[in-house]
């Protein structure tokens, strides 16, 4: 493993950390000091808000494969890549400006259960928050480039302090009693102190660093490639918000908050699975754009091996341990029950192979069969689970039906990999094994749930013991675990 992409590992994994542990201190203080309803309003604005960032074009996520795919190209061109992200960015503009607004408009409409009274100031947060989605795509330009060459660590590391300042900036604006537009704005700020300091980064790491006027083929390659990468971007989005979405149309804001808390972990599983591949995938982009098939091949097998083995033991964590953790973290309340844990834990492995596939097929630069399937499956999904609880009044089977929708993504993205790269498929061993740890780790928490602490203490080693021999013995690749803990490259 080359050193680039060992860097860019461990920033993300760090990341992750830092994240969750600011997380869980976070989250309950503003529910404290926000109440149930405004921290479930809260959490769905950003959500929606998010979810809008799609409309800006997606040229800077373009970007990033673009530079990883063209870097024996010389600097001049290098350069007009940056001014064509620039100019496909601007004229995207008006479409954000137009999405996040109707977004914020239609917020009565997202969020069942908003109280009168704070309508105003909800809507104010809104617009500033929709601020900052307009400003989104332009502000990661910086990130993408240096996440091109294979240095994304350095805007990690600079996204992980600005983090933990703007949610300690948060808690305090929120316990000072300042409104919920407060914390709009200090999000706002927040995402331009990062690109500033992210830019100065990038100024000194990259040699040909500068933005160049773009030729008409320069717009045309970024702007055909981000509209579809738009496009693999809306079904992430998708993705990631549709259990919110069902649950904060049919609902409402305060069932949106025990979403929040009991589906807190397994975000952060998704997280992690997102950025573990996220480190390979400059190298496999530049394998491909050599034309290094084999190579590929091999390094998009160890890929996906890894990201499954990693979202398992996750995954399985949560089903072993999650209710006790919200239990102590912020009160059995908060937890939606065993059943729906469970469906949330497959809903999240659908995701996160889902995205896993879908980014190393963004590296090939052939997205669109992907982008077309997946947007009717991710919004089938939404439109699923709406249907579903609209039927029933009950949130299992308005999951149930979600998953169902989604399920041929789960077939056909697989195939759409093994047809761009040949022989990257992942041993069915690995597979079998993630399979029983679900199982066992699904009884586990059954045990756990009703358990003494002598009984759950035993519980939890002997599932610790289980996990670590399935992880060694073939959930994940040892020549990868080898690589990361002797620094050396895997055979």
């Known amino acids: 493993m080359d050193s680039g992409t060992r860097r860019n590992v461990a920033a993300y994994y760090l990341n992750f950390i830092v994240m969750a542990a600011v997380g869980v201190i976070v989250n309950p203080l503003l529910l404290?000091?926000?109440?149930?309803?405004?921290?479930?309003?809260?959490?769905?604005?950003?959500?929606?808000?998010?979810?809008?960032?799609?409309?800006?074009?997606?040229?800077?996520?373009?970007?990033?494969?673009?530079?990883?795919?063209?870097?024996?190209?010389?600097?001049?061109?290098?350069?007009?890549?940056?001014?064509?992200?620039?100019?496909?960015?601007?004229?995207?503009?008006?479409?954000?400006?137009?999405?996040?607004?109707?977004?914020?408009?239609?917020?009565?409409?997202?969020?069942?259960?908003?109280?009168?009274?704070?309508?105003t100031v909800a809507y104010t947060a809104a617009l500033i928050l929709a601020a900052n989605t307009v400003l989104a795509g332009l502000l990661a330009i910086p990130?993408?480039?240096?996440?091109?060459?294979?240095?994304?660590?350095?805007?990690?590391?600079?996204?992980?302090?600005?983090?933990?300042?703007?949610?300690?900036?948060?808690?305090?604006?929120?316990?000072?009693?300042?409104?919920?537009?407060?914390?709009a704005a200090i999000v706002l700020i927040a995402a331009i102190l990062n690109t500033a300091l992210t830019l100065a980064v990038a100024r000194r790491a990259v040699s040909w660093w500068g933005v160049a006027k773009p030729t008409k083929p320069d717009i045309r390659r970024v702007f055909g490639y981000s509209a579809w990468t738009l496009g693999g971007m809306l079904v992430d989005k998708m993705l990631l918000a549709s259990e919110l979405i069902v649950i904060s149309v049919m609902v409402g804001a305060v069932a949106v908050t025990q979403y929040t808390f009991t589906a807190y972990v397994l975000q952060f599983v998704l997280s992690i699975s997102l950025v573990t591949a996220s480190g390979f995938?400059?190298?496999?982009?530049?394998?491909?754009?050599?034309?290094?098939?084999?190579?590929?091949?091999?390094?998009?097998?160890?890929?996906?091996?890894?990201?499954?083995?990693?979202?398992?033991?996750?995954?399985?964590?949560?089903?072993?341990?999650?209710?006790?953790?919200?239990?102590?973290?912020?009160?059995?309340?908060?937890?939606?029950?065993?059943?729906?844990?469970?469906?949330?834990?497959?809903?999240?492995?659908?995701?996160?192979?889902?995205?896993?596939?879908?980014?190393?097929?963004?590296?090939?630069?052939?997205?669109?069969?992907?982008?077309?399937?997946?947007?009717?499956?991710?919004?089938?999904?939404?439109?699923?689970?709406?249907?579903?609880?609209?039927?029933?009044?009950?949130?299992?089977?308005?999951?149930?039906?979600?998953?169902?929708?989604?399920?041929?993504?789960?077939?056909?993205?697989?195939i759409f990999v093994r047809r761009a790269i040949p022989a990257s498929a992942v041993p069915r061993s690995s597979v079998l094994l993630g399979v029983a740890l679900l199982i066992a780790s699904f009884g586990a928490g059954l045990l756990l749930a009703d358990s003494e602490a002598s009984v759950g203490m035993a519980v939890a080693a002997g599932w610790l013991l289980i996990a670590v021999v399935t992880a060694w013995t073939g959930l994940l690749p040892r020549s990868i675990l080898q690589a990361l803990l002797t620094r050396r490259s895997p055979s």
């Open 143 to 183: 990130d993408s480039v240096l996440t091109g060459i294979n240095q994304g660590y350095k805007s990690m590391f600079i996204t992980t302090v600005v983090f933990v300042v703007s949610n300690g900036a948060m808690v305090g604006a929120a316990y000072a009693g300042w409104n919920l537009w407060s914390l």
């Open 281 to 414: 995938m400059p190298v496999l982009g530049a394998l491909l754009g050599n034309s290094e098939m084999r190579a590929a091949a091999e390094r998009a097998r160890s890929v996906r091996h890894l990201v499954i083995g990693v979202t398992v033991l996750g995954c399985s964590a949560v089903l072993a341990f999650n209710g006790t953790f919200v239990a102590l973290w912020v009160g059995a309340e908060q937890y939606m029950g065993n059943a729906i844990n469970m469906l949330l834990v497959v809903c999240a492995l659908q995701q996160a192979f889902m995205r896993m596939d879908g980014q190393i097929l963004d590296v090939t630069l052939n997205i669109a069969p992907r982008v077309m399937v997946g947007l009717a499956t991710s919004a089938g999904g939404i439109v699923a689970g709406c249907i579903g609880f609209a039927l029933t009044h009950d949130l299992k089977w308005a999951l149930i039906a979600t998953i169902i929708a989604r399920m041929a993504s789960n077939v056909t993205y697989p």
């Open 32 to 119: 404290g000091a926000l109440g149930p309803a405004l921290f479930g309003v809260w959490k769905s604005l950003q959500r929606y808000l998010d979810f809008a960032t799609v409309a800006d074009g997606r040229a800077s996520q373009a970007l990033k494969w673009i530079v990883a795919s063209r870097t024996s190209l010389p600097d001049a061109d290098k350069r007009k890549d940056i001014g064509a992200a620039i100019t496909v960015w601007f004229r995207w503009l008006p479409v954000a400006a137009l999405v996040a607004s109707g977004v914020t408009a239609a917020m009565p409409l997202l969020i069942k259960g908003i109280p009168d009274d704070a309508r």
